[in-house]
Structure formats: C-alpha cells, structure tokens
T-cell receptor
Framework: KNEVEQSPQNLTAQEGEFITINCSYS?????LHWLQQHPGGGIVSLFMLSSGKKKHGRLIATINIQEKHSSLHITASHPRDSAVYIC?????????????FGTGTLLAVQP | DGGITQSPKYLFRKEGQNVTLSCEQNLNHDAMYWYRQDPGQGLRLIYY???????QKGDIAEGYSVSREKKESFPLTVTSAQKNPTAFYLCASNFGRHGGNTIYFGEGSWLTVV
C-alpha cells in the first residue's frame, strides 16, 4: 500500500463545477504539498500545509492532521484547470528534506 | 525572474551511452533534488543534495550519478548501467532541511532510449 493515496485517479468535470481531490497518508508528516503538473510536464507548487486551511483564488486546500487527510478544492472550475494534481508529504522527523508523492489525479474540465 | 532551468527538454540516448541532464537554479536554494516520473507512479527520488559538494542517494540511485560543485547547478548523468532510463526527469530545489519550505520544480526533461 502506498504511503500517500489520492482519489480519484481520474476526474472529468463540466466547467463551473466544484471539484474535490482527496489525499490520505499513513505516515507522520511535517508538511503536505499540493502540486499541479501541466501537460508539458512542468510542476508548480500550489500549497504547502501543516494545519488548517489555505486559499488562493479559486483553490482551497485543507488538512486534518488527526485523520491524516487533505483535500484540494477548486471552485468554479475552468478548462485551464485541467492538469494532474499531485499530493506530496514530508515525512516527520526524517533526517532529510524528502517528499513522498502520490500518483496524482488527472483532472479534465470540459467547456 | 528566479527559477529552475532544465535542459534539454527532449533527449534521445543510444544503448550504452551516458547522457547528462542539466539543472540550474537562481533561487539561492541550498537543496536540490532529481526525481524520475513513470506513468502511473508517483515521483521517485534519484539523488538529492543539501549543500554544495555533498549529495546523497535517493530511492532509485542505481545507474545514475550526480555532482554538486556549485550551489546553482546539480547535473544528473544517466549511465549505461541504468537498464530502463526512458522516463521523465524532474529537478527541484528548496531552502533545505526545514520542513516548512516550498519546493520548486523545473519543466522537466524527457529521455528516450533508441
């Protein structure tokens, strides 16, 4: 079983819909990252969380440390949101700055 | 603008050849990382460096080598010993050991063995 699990693996939405992507992890963490990978392959960091909730534009990320779960929400989705969304965690107490990655959620927003 | 530059974007390698992927950052980051991405799998760590002139093996280091002679540069060599090198390679960097640092990625390099 992977230490970081994302769901769903694939998601198709209509423009304007509210989208939720989930991430569950099984290790103790010091931080959780949400990343966005565009079709060309480049990755952009969206959020880094250690507790609570963060919002940036139409994107909202939440984390529940006790339940070892995080969600990424996209409000009023748009075709330009189509990408792979990746959850990654930093293992708490690790001697290095290593991340453990989920396999990603492929989101397609149709006009 | 600050960022991470990877080159080349696309590279073809013949069997038995070594190839080197370049990664340069102007973010003044201490730590740099190389990841490999294969279809259906999460990114896997090849090598990382926390400081100049020091680097450590990641989870899949066999068949790869790196150097960190300058803070800005962390080239990855894919050697002929890497049996399945066709993949997408991503370089990343951040300010190092502390858990609260945002990580920045390059645009990636596609390597294909022909």
């Amino acid at each position: 079983k992977n230490e970081v699990e994302q769901s769903p693996q694939n998601l198709t939405a209509q423009e304007g819909e509210f989208i939720t992507i989930n991430c569950s992890y099984s290790v103790g963490i010091s931080a959780l990252h949400w990343l966005q990978q565009h079709p060309g392959g480049g990755i952009v960091s969206l959020f880094m969380l250690s507790s609570g909730k963060k919002k940036h534009g139409r994107l909202i990320a939440t984390i529940n440390i006790q339940e070892k779960h995080s969600s990424l929400h996209i409000t009023a989705s748009h075709p330009r949101d189509s990408a792979v969304y990746i959850c990654a965690v930093r293992n708490y107490g690790g001697a290095t700055n290593k991340l453990i990655f989920g396999t990603g959620t492929l989101l397609a927003v149709q006009p | 603008d600050g960022g991470i530059t990877q080159s080349p974007k696309y590279l073809f390698r013949k069997e038995g050849q070594n190839v080197t992927l370049s990664c340069e950052q102007n973010l003044n980051h201490d730590a740099m990382y190389w990841y490999r991405q294969d279809p259906g799998q999460g990114l896997r760590l090849i090598y990382y460096s926390q400081i100049v002139n020091d680097f450590q093996k990641g989870d899949i280091a066999e068949g790869y080598s790196v150097s960190r002679e300058k803070k800005e540069s962390f080239p990855l060599t894919v050697t002929s010993a890497q049996k399945n090198p066709t993949a997408f390679y991503l370089c990343a960097s951040n300010f190092g050991r502390h858990g609260g640092n945002t990580i920045y990625f390059g645009e990636g390099s596609w390597l294909t063995v022909v």
